[in-house]
C-alpha cells in the first residue's frame, strides 16, 4: 500500500528525483517548492518556503485534508556557500544555517504531532558529505550539515518510542544544481585565491555538470531503503562520499587511540 510523501525543494535535483521515483513506486507525492507552478505531474503540488512557518503550516494542513496522512517527511531543500571562514560574514552564515537547519527543524516540528498521534512515519533528512567531513572554503555549508547531522541524531533518539524513523542521506557529488545556480559566493579575499579554499572556489565551477553520479539513482537507493522494516540513521550515496567517510572515520580512530591513554586521565586525585 501507497504512503503519502511529502517532500521540500522539488523543483529540481535530489527532491525532483525523489518525488517522481516515489511516484514510481506508487506513493502519493505532495511536492513543494516556493514556487509551485513547475511542479507538474504529481498528486500535489503546493507551495512552501522552508523560511516561513505559516507557509509550512498552511502546507502540512492542506495535505492532512487532502490525503489525511503523512507518513514520510523529505526534508531537501536547501543551498551551499563557498567561502573561507575569514570571507563569510555574519549574514553569510545566518541564510545558510536558516534554510539548511532552521527549515528542517521547522517542517519537522509540524509534522510530527501528526506522527506521534498514528504512532508512525519518518523523517528524511537530506546532509551531505560535507555533513561528515569538512572541506576548506564550504564552512558555512559544513557548519549547517553539522549542525543537521547532530538535530537528526538526536531526534532518532527521541521519537523512536512512537516508532518515527529517522534517515540522514549523504551524497557526494551528484549531477544536479548544487554546484551551478544554487551555490552562492561569499566575497573573495584576494589571499585565499591560491589556497585550498581558493582551489575549492574554482573547482566547483569546472565540476558543474560533469559530476559523476546520477541524482536518479541516488532517489532509487533512497526509496528502496526507506521501504525495508529499519532504514538506516546513516546512508551516504556515492563511491566518493563513502571512501571519504571511510578515511574520516579512519583517521578519527588513530587520533582518538593515539591520545587515549592521556586524554582519559581526568578523574579527580
Known sequence: MGEVWLITGTSAGFGRAIAEV???RGHTV???????????GFDTALALDVGDQASIDAAVEATLSRHGQIDVLVNNAGFGLIGAVEELSDTDLRDVLDTNVFG???TTRAVLPH???RRSGHIVAMSSVGGVVGNPGHAAYATSKFALEGLSEALAGEVAPWNIGVTLVE???FRTD???RSIRHADP????????AGALRARFGEQDGKQPNDPRRAA????????EPEPPLRLPLGPEAIERIRTKLASQRTELDAYAERAADTRYR
Open 171 to 173: 551524497p557526494g557529488p
Open 178 to 180: 548544487f554546484a551551478g
Open 104 to 106: 528542517v527543524l521547522r
Open 220 to 227: 532509487e537507493i533512497i526509496v528502496d531503503v526507506l521501504a
Open 189 to 196: 579575499i584576494a589571499d585565499y585565491a591560491d589556497s585550498p
Open 30 to 40: 505532495v511536492a513543494t517548492a516556493r514556487n509551485p507552478s513547475s511542479l507538474t
Open 22 to 24: 516515489a511516484a514510481e
Open 115 to 117: 506522527m506521534r498521534a
